[in-house]
C-alpha cells in the first residue's frame, strides 16, 4: 500500500517503479523481474463488491474484487512479479475488514 496526500504522485510512483524493474529486466542486470499490476481503487465499489458477500435469498456466497483479482494473480506461472494495489484513499472501513 502507498499512503500519501492526494495528488502526492503515488500512483506515478510505483508505476515509475514498476517500469524500472522492467527495465532492469530486459537489461539483464540484478536478476529483476517484469511486474503485473492488478489495480483497483477500494472507494468505487461497496464492501460486499470488494470483499465478497452472501446473499440472504439464494444462499450463494460471491467472491469480490479483491479475491478475483488476487485469484488472477496467483494463477499466472510466469516468472513475472504480481502486485495487488489499492489505489484510493485510505478509509477506516475497508483497512480495518
Known amino acids: 500500500m502507498v499512503v500519501g496526500l492526494s495528488y502526492g504522485g503515488k500512483t506515478c510512483s510505483y508505476s515509475t517503479l514498476a517500469a524500472a524493474l522492467g527495465k532492469l529486466n530486459i537489461a539483464g542486470q540484478n536478476v529483476q523481474y517484469k511486474l503485473r ?5 477500494p472507494k468505487s465499489i ?4 470488494l470483499y465478497g458477500q452472501f446473499d440472504p435469498v439464494s444462499h450463494e ?3 469480490g474484487m479483491l479475491a478475483i483479482k488476487y485469484r488472477v494473480a496467483a ?3 510466469g ?11 485510505v478509509d477506516a472501513i475497508w483497512i480495518e475488514i
Do not use: I
Open 37 to 41: 499490476v492488478y489495480c483497483m481503487d
Open 46 to 49: 461497496s464492501m460486499g463488491q
Open 61 to 63: 456466497r460471491s467472491d
Open 75 to 77: 494463477s499466472d506461472q
Open 79 to 89: 516468472p513475472d512479479r504480481k502486485w495487488v494495489m489499492f489505489d484510493g484513499p
